[in-house]
């Protein structure tokens, strides 16, 4: 039975009892249950069912949701009685870090204090309690009074922060005489926030004190769950937490519990009257790896489809791209060379660590693509296993087509600074206007080239034709609609530098070639002009068009000449 989609509802709560959209993931309740680990981190990119899976396991452990069948009834995990007697029976806070979002270190302390407040006010009936005493009374009113009116810094100390979920602990389990189940949602945040505006040491040492006190120390702690993007180095936040188990997206644990299997995904189409669609979908949305499941889709995107009937890059759009473009931006020089690669459909190969640790992501590209596989912009293809004493090496490729157009629009922004306009270049190509072809690059390589290489170690001075050659696949990038655009590919007696062929007759193929002047072997640009031409004939490049039955006539030919930020095209 087709039924109505509530788009950005996380509530497990109102999601039935509205009748809602839902794929069953209870299962996971079981999963989570039966491993019996103390405390759980679960890494998962955003907009793949992290808050909907924590309000879950809140609906279904809760004594506030005590009696509440109804919440569970026709799902995998009231099919067992066990389950069923342990539905409602436990004390749980539960509580998200994802509205921590400032870009000054008290603004987050304020909200990380706001969060914490408004989980005593969930358990405002403790206040009544006989278990507290006059002066816990009085500290519990302290959280309460400041969601109501912010109190000044000095009334909420670290210490009392610090322990605030380990003192609501402590009160739920005398209160209900068994101990606390314990979720957080979005943990890590407000630490990504911190690192993008200059505050990662004030917090990481105000959340690392804070998460000692409430999953390592906490003697009326059960257990456990933590969700996040990524899993941040353990110098960081989790130097005391020896009992914590780690779930990230190469673990088999859990695999299929966040996002859409393609199982479920075939199924719900078939309910919305979309089966033939899957193809499509597939070539849109496919592509997630968790553990040894290759068929996971993000859910976001799946549900937007169902709501709309329309493709489009729903997932790229619900968060801001801004940190991963800087680090593919300000990022080591490997960074860009391998970015091209894979805007072209190739893969990287590199070893992944994915205990991220963030002060080594502006001078190493393996903690970049650690971060990029974390947050799924890119997918695991292949595992290579080593000795025992090597890191295992990863073979790497953008995850699916919503994600490459991600990518394309992060390329984009970076040319924004300019006057020019982003396509403007696209258009004078297909128009044969060579005039503005390179009036237009002279504009942007004096004003882009600068802000386009800011890192510490800069591409185009030790690999200027791979630099010069990323930065044209770039502006090129939007074409993709009507071309298919390869490069560095053997075609003839060697490897051209980028070729764009027309997926229909009524349009010209071209050919490129990157030239960087030779001090010594050619005087002008417009020598290493020729130079690059003379080469695309003699290579016969234009083969591999020619055997896809392009005429000559159809195939033409441009020489890009670079010397530091002059450019002449021919």
Known sequence: ??????????SFDKIRTTSSFYVDKTDFIREWWEENDDVTLITRPRRFGKTLNISMLE???????AGRSDLFEGLSIWENEYYRNLQG??????????????DRFQTARDSIIKAVANVYIAHSYLKNSPVLT??????????QNYSIQPAPKSEIPDALLAASLNTLSMYLERHHHKKVLIFLDEYDTPLLEAYVSGYWQELTSLIRNMFNS???????????????ITWISKESIFSDLNNLEVITTTSKKYCTAFGFTEEEVKRALAQYSLPDKLDRVRYWYNGFCFGNRKDIYNP?????YLDTGKFGAYWANTSSNSLIGKFIQEGVQDVKVAMEDL????????????????????ESSEAIWSLLLASGYLKVDQVSETDDEEDNIYRLSVTNLEVRKTFRRIIQSWFKNSSARYNDFIKALLANNIGYMNQYMTQMTESVFSFFDTGKHPSEQTEPERFYHGFVLGLIADAGLDYTITSN???????YDVIMEPNNEQLDAYVFEFKVKEPGSQNTLEETVQSALVQIDEKKYDAILIAKGISKDRIRHYGFAFEGKKVLIG
């Open 1 to 10: 039975m087709r039924t109505s989609i509530s788009i950005g509802n996380q």
């Open 59 to 65: 609906c279904f452990f809760s004594k506030k949701y």
């Open 89 to 102: 029976t436990l004390p749980v806070i539960s509580l998200s870090f994802a509205g921590v979002k400032a």
């Open 300 to 304: 976001w995107s799946i549900t937007k």
């Open 489 to 495: 590919r053997e075609s003839g007696l060697g490897r």
């Open 343 to 362: 805007l072209t459909g190739k893969t990287i190969e590199t070893i992944i660590d994915e205990e991220i640790v963030f002060e080594q992501l502006e």
């Open 134 to 143: 006059k002066e816990e009374r009085a500290s519990f009113d302290a959280f």
């Open 214 to 228: 409430t999953f390592k120390t906490n003697d009326y702690l059960y257990r456990a769950v933590m969700t996040g």
